[in-house]
């Protein structure tokens, strides 16, 4: 048998059970939360007192390069040189005019100068400059622009091609700006790095990136080991500095892949120390010579000599003497 409620008992009896839970609420301080993500100003975005946590960057992260390019800008140069080339009037498609014009064109040269525009830094009070040997290679003429717009002309002091590392010098009558050799074998994957150069002639360009890789080889010749970097390098930057966030310079600024973007290489500068001291010398640079030919392992070669993993290298050839 079903028991009948009035409804005055009903709604007494809901009455009862919310002042029930609105005391346990307040006892508890449930509402306290509620009310502190309350905006007691509607017309305002909301306000709340427990914002999600802010990142907090690493100490090494820099807010501005702005004083890093102040202290170091005024010792990278502009390097403008001038070659005087040959040039050979030839007739296509018919071997007669080609030999009789080439042999009187050969007797008559029509010369042309030619431009070139790189950078470079000052690495000393007296006026030495560390650039790329392409910059300066073959030059008649080299003209070194600083950054308070006085122009020197410079004298090679020595270049190693394998390397592509060029010392040049000019004369001013006070003591220059310059810039310290760093470390760039204590640089890391990762770290902020910045580029200063003289991108299509835009003199004391600035740039900043990460350093993207280390020990690229790039096919650039038999001492491959760049630094690559996703600070923007366009020709021009040739020769110029890669900073580290002491103002060292780490490297030195030397290739782009033409088609890709952020994809810069710079010699690393403790490479370019191991030849400086011969070149300031004005002494070519000289090397060991093991003296056998090396070819690269492959799998057929591995094969053929009974190696599991085709690693390491072949000595293919053995000189005499």
């Not at 028991?3 to 009862?16: C, D, E, G, N, P």
């Not at 040039?87 to 080609?98: G, I, M, S, T, V």
């Not at 308070?148 to 394998?162: E, M, V, W, Y």
């Amino acid at each position: 048998m079903q028991k009948k409620y009035s409804i005055k008992t009903v709604l007494l009896t809901a009455f009862i059970a919310a002042a029930v839970v609105l005391g346990v609420a307040v006892r508890l301080d449930w509402l306290k939360a509620c009310r502190a993500q309350m905006n007691p100003n509607p017309s305002s975005p909301p306000t709340y007192s427990n914002p999600a946590p802010t990142y907090s960057p690493p100490a090494k992260a820099p807010y501005s390069f702005s004083d890093l390019a102040k202290k170091v800008q005024a010792a990278v140069v502009n390097i403008n040189t001038s070659k005087r080339v040959q040039l050979r009037q030839r007739y296509p498609n018919h071997p007669f005019y080609d030999d009789f014009f080439g042999r009187f064109s050969q007797n008559n040269p029509t010369l042309r100068q030619r431009n070139s525009l790189g950078s470079g830094f000052i690495i000393d009070k007296e006026g030495v400059i560390l650039t790329n040997n392409h910059v300066v290679s073959g030059a008649d003429e080299i003209q070194v622009k600083l950054a308070d717009g006085r122009t020197f002309a410079a004298q090679l002091i020595g270049s190693d091609p394998k390397t592509d590392i060029a010392v040049v010098k000019i004369q001013a009558k006070e003591s220059l700006p310059y810039v310290s050799l760093g470390n760039s074998d204590g640089i890391e994957i990762g770290d902020w790095v910045m580029a200063i150069g003289n991108p299509f002639g835009l003199s004391h360009t600035v740039t900043a990136g990460i350093v993207s890789a280390k020990g690229r080889v790039i096919g650039a010749g038999p001492y491959d080991d760049f630094i690559q970097t996703d600070a923007s390098i366009n020709p021009g930057n040739s020769g110029g500095p890669l900073f580290d966030l002491r103002g060292e310079v780490v490297g030195i600024n030397t290739a782009v892949v033409a088609s890709g973007q952020g994809l810069g290489f710079a010699i690393p500068v403790n490479m370019a120390k191991g030849v400086l001291p011969q070149l300031l010398r004005g002494e070519k640079i000289q090397r060991g010579y093991l003296g056998i030919g090396l070819q690269e392992m492959n799998d057929e070669i591995a094969k053929s000599l009974g190696v599991d993993r085709a690693e390491g290298i072949l000595v293919a050839q053995v000189y005499e003497d």
